[in-house]
């Protein structure tokens, strides 16, 4: 039924004596592929993760590998008769074994005297450090070398927790592509749990949203920031400015002009009223107060970050309460005060709860 | 401070690299620590002194006659069974009660400690008064696990507390099954810890004396004491005492060596999950009882008698009113001692941590060798010295202090170490650059931060002065009785009734401190699992 490597999560549920911390969750991770699970902290995240490890087990539901049930909340399988591949946050080294010895822990004798344990690690390029203690290596290290551990035994499933999260920015960007690099070469199917939806977005073929203890949606990054299911969420995949607009054939009407509609979907027959998102990449700004298309307004604030700016824009005479937010080239970046007139490219998708901005 | 003013930057670069590396040692610490030093090695000098007075021949007629090798058989096999059982114990009821669903699991741990409050030969008194025909190997060995397992058990909790969960998860990931992740992941974590309980327990079996004598059973302590109090044959007391000093290097030296090779280091900080607790089930019944019985026998029979010895009071011989007399004796003395001892880690631990060099941590490295010495040993080396150089000195109270002093430095060294880490020399510097002189900073800054440590450290002196029996038979001066030895007096008299009040005394004296590391022992593992 199912290819070696896909993983499947449904109706999974999980509480501690007070609380539920999982409620009817469903996950689908394909085979080979590399998956997101985003949520702040406290919504599940990493109960889901140890659910599927088997550190946990469900109290309902069932997790499923390979198409073998792992836990439908009566059957359990051992952790270590699972064949899943596990890398905890900063990476759990065991402190007393040198990196050979980690990366080699879950072999044999006989495939650690082998060629697997060398080649694991000019994998991950620690061979010249085979022999430093874990103590010894800087935080990237560390995370390599648990990765190599984790896949010395060919897992056909890997879980990553938060494993980027405490190392330092500079070389956070660095470890992630080095890591992500490495896991598309291998093929083995991933589920990487994180906070940072930036993170999310870039590394993974699939995010999966967790809130509250339910996946609330799931699908490709750009389906995800492009058609969030509502506005919370929205605002939590970055910056996003909420208009309200007329729906009607595929099309929203809003005070920045007519604007496709995302998938061409909710083809409603007669217009209703809805709040569609317009992220700020999507806004363009001019100087001056010609008397073409768009809406006018006057720049209130800018954040210029270099590569580029973020513009506050006070819209003039618009029921809008808030003022609209446009991503704009640094070299374009404009000076407070500047009149300017904005208009909208790409297409929007209608979200619900537009109330809470 | 001249350069400081120089308008060159580089200079005061200088300065504050020459401030920061090289500190110049104030005169009077290099003195008192060396002073310390020298106190250390006093008893043991003297110890070879009068062991070879009569030649190197005739002290290896001593050393190699059959009596040393009976002695030698008696002392290691008990090390080795009771070692390993005091392990086994140890671990197995910090597992229960720290990873298991076990209920009133700080109940178990505070009763489980509380037994370290009890001296062992009060232990040993218990059992005997209740069956006098106790004695021998496996009576020695059941008396000492039960006395000293709390050893293994306290550092085997706090180790289990601080094994990072994590690693025992990622350990299952890669295949191993519950029990091999215990053995070859979460042991091997605790191990440092579990090593340091099994080392004072060694030291602890090698120091013992009164117990044995009660159940008697011959040990080096044993010998070494009838050796000096009944055959007056100092000589052969100090040569015996050599060979006891060396089995207690060798145990400190081979803890060091089995803990330096595998020495953990912490990594990652971040905040870590609290271990998952094993569901007992079925078994929750025969683990309690498992429990009950271990603090029925380790505190419930010593506790027992002596309250049963207590009611029933001497039927012969009336507690005398002398017991209040005693217990003053011994308080004068053991403050005496922990003021001395508490004074004399200050300069050790101050050149130590804020001086580093070869010579500051030889000398502290001395401060605790104490703790690899007997009682018995420390005293023969003193009167031995005073005997010779000090006569005035000889069963004197201020030799009776300094010994004392000299054998609890370790417990002084290590309480004047943790204060002295809560008054990072960053705030005497901060202290200094605004304005104040180093007298001022040190009274004014570092001995409020110090003060409730170097109380911890006076009063763990002062108790285990309080219980000390050794030392103080040997030492005493003419006339004059602590709880202890009145207590010694008593049950070798067979008058367990009149002994009973002045041991009850001394337990409850010496159950404060093992309350309170209880306490803490229970607070340490609540605070990881809120």
Known sequence: ?357 | MSTLASPAPRASNRWTRAWAGRRRLPLATVLGATLVGALVLLPLVFLVVEAQQSGWSEMERLLFRHNTAVLLWNTLRLVVASTSLCLLIGVGAAWCVERTTIPGRRLWTVLLVLPLGIPDFVVGFGWVSIDHGLHGYLAAVMVMTLSLYPLVFLPAVAGLAGVDPALEEVARSLGMGPWKVFFRVTLRQMLPAVLGGCLLVTLGLLAEFGAFEILQYQTFTVAIFTEFKLGFDAAAACALSLVLVALGVAALVGELALVGRGRLERIGSGARRNAPKVALGALTLPVLAGLLALAALALGVPVGALAYWSIRGGSTTLPSASILTDAAHTAELSAAAAALSTALAIPVTIAAMRYRNRLTMTIERLALLPQALPGLVVALGLVSFSVRYALPLYQSALELVVAYAILFLPLAVVGVRAALALAPVRLEEVARSLGRRPASVWLTVTLPLIAPGLGVAFLLVFISSCTELTATLLLRPTGINTLATQFWVYTTDFSYGAAAPYAALIVAISAVPAYLLSRRMAGISRTMRP
């Not at chain 1, 836990?71 to 064949?83: L, M, S, T």
């Not at chain 1, 005070?255 to 995302?262: C, F, Y």
């Not at chain 1, 027959?269 to 363009?284: A, D, H, N, T």
């Not at chain 1, 209130?300 to 080239?329: F, M, N, T, W």
Request: include cysteine; hydrophobic fraction near 40%; charged fraction near 20%.
């Open chain 1, 1 to 357: 039924m199912s290819q070696t490597g896909a993983l499947e999560v449904a109706d999974l549920w999980k509480g501690y004596s007070s609380t539920e911390v999982l409620r009817s969750v469903d996950l689908d991770v394909a085979p080979g592929s590399l998956s997101a699970v985003l949520g702040l902290s406290g919504c599940g995240k990493t109960t889901l993760l140890r659910v599927i490890a088997g550190f946990e087990r469900a109290q309902r539901g069932r997790v499923a590998l390979s198409g073998q049930v792992l836990d439908d909340g009566r059957n359990y399988i051992a952790p270590e008769r699972r064949g899943i591949g596990y890398v905890p946050q900063e990476g759990a080294l065991f402190p007393h074994l040198d990196v050979r010895a980690n990366v080699g822990f879950g072999l044999s004798r006989a495939e650690r005297r082998g060629a697997t344990v060398g080649e694991l690690l000019e994998m991950v390029g620690l061979s010249a450090l085979a022999r430093r203690m874990p103590h010894e290596l800087s935080g990237g290290e560390q995370q390599r070398a648990a990765l190599a551990r984790a896949l010395a035994r060919r897992p056909a499933l890997l879980l990553l927790d938060e494993p980027f999260s405490s190392l330092d920015a500079t070389l956070r960007g660095a470890v992630r592509e080095e890591v992500s690099a490495l896991l598309r070469r291998q093929g083995t199917t991933t589920v990487l749990v994180t906070h940072d939806q930036e993170e999310a977005l870039s590394l993974a073929d699939s995010v999966a949203v967790l809130r509250d203890g339910t996946i609330i949606q799931q699908g490709s990054p750009a389906d995800i920031y492009g058609a969030p299911t509502d506005a919370r969420l929205a605002g939590f995949l970055g910056e996003a400015n909420l208009m309200e607009a007329v729906l009607e054939n595929g099309q929203a009407r809003t005070s920045l002009g007519t604007l496709e509609l995302r998938g061409g979907a909710s083809r409603a027959p007669s217009s209703v009223q809805g709040i569609v998102v317009v992220r700020p990449e999507q806004l363009r700004v001019r100087a001056g107060t010609d008397g073409g298309e768009g809406l006018r307004g006057r720049v209130e604030q800018c954040r210029y970050y270099g590569h580029d700016a973020l513009l506050s824009i006070h819209p003039e005479d618009s029921p809008l309460a808030s003022p609209l937010l446009a991503r704009v080239h640094g070299e374009e970046a404009l000076a407070v005060g500047t009149d300017v007139v904005v208009t909208a490219t790409g297409t929007v998708s209608a979200v619900d709860g537009g109330a809470s901005r």
